[in-house]
């Protein structure tokens, strides 16, 4: 077995990896960029070494650098992580040629599956069902525009060597592809080196299917069932979970054997992911398509280990060193239901915008020990980050997943909802309310979910979850207990004039726009007259109020004190709550509303970013939808469009300026 192991990665991963490693005794080993000199997984390794500044090209993507960390501090294995080299099988082989173990599958598999389109005409030889689309290289935007309308429309525009929903989009017609077709030819180039792109027929209610394969060098290969990946954003996948609810197991023997038959071909080992594009029109679940594999560990993997039992990483590390798989096919199997949601840093309410800058708070919530009982829900958090920490613009702005496992599906979406509850991020906007929405969504419990849920679902944007009435009672009587807990420690303090006042015990509680007259008093509380059976404790300062309602239900609400009340936090949404004394609140009407200004004349940066591209100059007649400009935050352009129509009075910015967040780019009149 290995002695020491260095990650060529960051962030959780990296974590994650040494978790693993120093339960089996192999020290650890950390590489790091100047803008992670700090990070958790520095702390967390044995031995550091610095790489370079902060961008991933001078630092985590240079691989002569990772290997000399390697030499210099006596590691004999390389894990690659979930991106950054893992996918080169340039890098394979220079380790081999140093005499250092790469914890991943061999070079030429690596070559054979890395590349999208040579990996397509593989898996077609190999019997695997495919995409219809063009697998040659396309010189020019007009020769994408002949092929996407000899496909038919919608297609889908990949860049050859990308992932992780970069280096895609969609295109419905014929203006789509002459928009988009060059910005994919630059993400594949920026973020993979690689410009060339494909095109492929894009199925219509898709659903994201991946089969999770694991081998090793003796001829050993399994598939370890099936990940539901169809809940995504930009192609970017936000909710994982394991089994499908779609997959039947006769869908689950053919996927899987067509992902063993198609890594056998390429004489595959370590632990991979075969990705199916599925259509969730066709209830027969014959019709599933290969879309590609990655030669990597997923960041979705740990659904799959809930549900199996086995720890990916440790068998990555023991086929690396030549051991056998010591399980058979027969031996795989499912318990339970397991889903993961990723945090991200992004703003859902200003179209989940990537959010940057310092976890001022960071306090998520505890994972769950093995010893709990076999039928009790488990959480746990995988994450590479600490309170006082940055969220960089230099990297991928996921700040930790949160999985939870359970004996069925619903009770696995109830303890996420329970536990993005508790889940206390302050400092950068994070996208746990829109997680929170999803889990309670009905089509998504229903499991009847495609690839085009979000947009759908969210056609206009989210603006928070919507709350019932029986929620909005309990936020009622919160606010009022928590009003009433601040109006006594008030009249508690010394040197009053005359006698201490008692607390008020009625108040009028507006919520979402409703009024409320709640009681509070030694025997209970009542809200508009009926009593409800909550039980719960605050002290003024708390963030946090855990509320028992009935016998069993339990509702955690992230509590803020503000002007004339409290922003309560909870299910998926944040509501700004009026507590008044009951006597005053007729009042409140007389009190002026202030008008936020009309910015509207105004091209906004919506994160901090760099201005790629200005497609406008000053004097410039624009119409409504028209781009503006491309704003390059987090490795993702985002092109900025005009709200109205109207014509540019003067622009305040120039392409490869460095934007901060609301700064003015132009001004229209």
């Known amino acids: 077995m290995f002695k020491k192991i260095l990650v060529a990665n960051r962030g959780e991963i990296a974590c994650r990896v040494f978790r693993t490693a120093k339960r089996m005794g192999i020290k650890t080993v950390a590489v790091y960029s100047d803008a992670d000199a700090r990070s958790p997984h520095v702390l967390m390794a044995d031995e550091a070494v610095r790489l370079g500044p902060a961008p991933a090209a001078e630092s985590y993507l240079k691989a002569e650098l990772i290997l000399l960390a390697a030499k210099e501090t006596g590691a004999d294995c390389i894990h690659p992580g979930y991106g950054f080299l893992s ?92 928009e988009g077709f060059e910005a994919t030819k630059r993400e594949g180039l920026a973020s993979f080196g690689d410009d060339r ?102 960041v979705e993997h740990p659904v799959t280990e809930e549900i199996t039992g086995l720890d990916l990483v440790e068998q990555m590390i023991r086929v690396a060193a030549g051991e056998r798989l010591s399980i058979t096919q027969d031996q ?94 302050e400092g950068p906007g994070t996208n746990i309310d829109f997680l929170s929405a999803l889990m309670q969504h009905p089509r998504f419990r229903s499991g009847n979910i495609t690839t085009g849920f979000i947009a759908e679902e969210y056609p206009d944007g989210f603006h928070g979850a919507p709350a019932d009435a029986d929620l909005k009672r309990h936020l009622a009587a919160i606010a009022a207990f928590a009003a009433t807990a601040q109006a006594d420690r008030a009249r508690r303090t010394d040197g009053q004039l005359g006698s201490r006042l008692q607390p008020p015990h009625a108040w009028a509680v507006r919520i979402d726009g409703e009024d409320h007259a709640v009681a509070v008093s030694t025997d209970g509380i009542t809200v508009d007259g009926e009593a409800l059976d909550i039980a719960l404790e605050y002290t003024p300062g708390d963030r946090m109020v855990e509320a028992e309602i009935g016998e069993d239900a339990r509702l955690t609400v992230r509590i803020l004190p503000i002007r004339s009340g409290f922003r309560l936090t909870t299910r998926g949404a944040s509501h700004d709550v ?32 760099l201005l790629v591209r200005l497609d406008v100059g000053a004097g410039d007649a624009v119409e409504a939808g028209q781009p503006l400009a491309v704003v390059e935050a987090m490795k993702m352009e985002n092109i900025l469009r005009a709200q109205k129509a109207g014509r540019v009075k003067a622009v305040s910015a120039a392409a490869g300026d460095s934007l901060a967040v609301d700064q003015i780019i132009l001004e229209m009149e």
Request: charged share 25%; with cysteine.
């Open 87 to 178: 996918e080169r099988e340039s890098f394979a082989k220079a380790c081999a040629e140093a005499g250092i173990a790469f914890v991943g599958p061999p070079p030429n598999a690596i070559a054979a599956m890395g590349d999208k389109i040579e990996s397509k005409k593989l898996a077609k030889e190999a019997g695997v069902n495919v995409v219809p689309g063009f697998l040659g290289e396309i010189a020019d935007t007009d020769e994408a525009v002949r092929i996407a309308t000899d496909i038919g429309y919608p297609v889908m525009m990949k860049a050859s060597a990308g992932g992780g929903g970069k280096g895609m989009r969609l295109a419905y017609s014929e203006q789509d592809v002459r």
């Open 197 to 298: 792109v494909f095109i492929e027929k894009f199925i219509e209610s898709p659903r994201h299917i991946e089969i999770q394969v694991l081998g090793d060098q003796h001829g050993n290969i399994l598939y370890l069932n099936e990940r539901e990946c169809s809940v995504q954003r930009r192609h970017q996948k936000v909710v994982e979970e394991a089994p499908s609810p779609f997959v039947t197991p006769a869908m689950r023997k053919a996927m899987g054997e067509q992902a063993v038959a198609l890594a056998r071909a390429v004489g595959y080992y370590s632990a991979g992911t075969v990705e199916l594009i599925v259509s969730g029109a066709d209830t027969t679940g014959e019709s599933f398509y290969f879309l590609e594999m990655n030669t990597r560990l997923q």
């Open 332 to 425: 795989v199997g499912i318990n339970g239901w397991s889903v993961e949601n990723r945090v991200y840093a992004e703003d859902p309410y200003r179209g989940f915008l990537p959010s940057i800058g310092r976890l001022v708070r960071y306090n998520p919530p505890e994972s769950t020990p093995s010893s709990t009982q076999a039928d009790e829900p488990r959480i746990r958090v995988d994450d590479g980050v600490a309170e006082g920490g940055e969220v960089s613009m230099f990297y991928d702005p996921m700040i930790a997943k949160l999985v939870t496992w359970a004996p069925t599906r619903e009770a696995a979406i109830d303890a996420q909802i329970a536990a993005l509850d508790a889940f206390e991020i």
């Open 578 to 609: 009026r507590v008044l004394p009951a006597h005053a609140a007729p009042y409140a009407q007389h009190m002026i509303e202030k008008v936020p200004p009309d910015l509207s004349r105004f091209l906004i940066a919506p994160m901090p970013g």
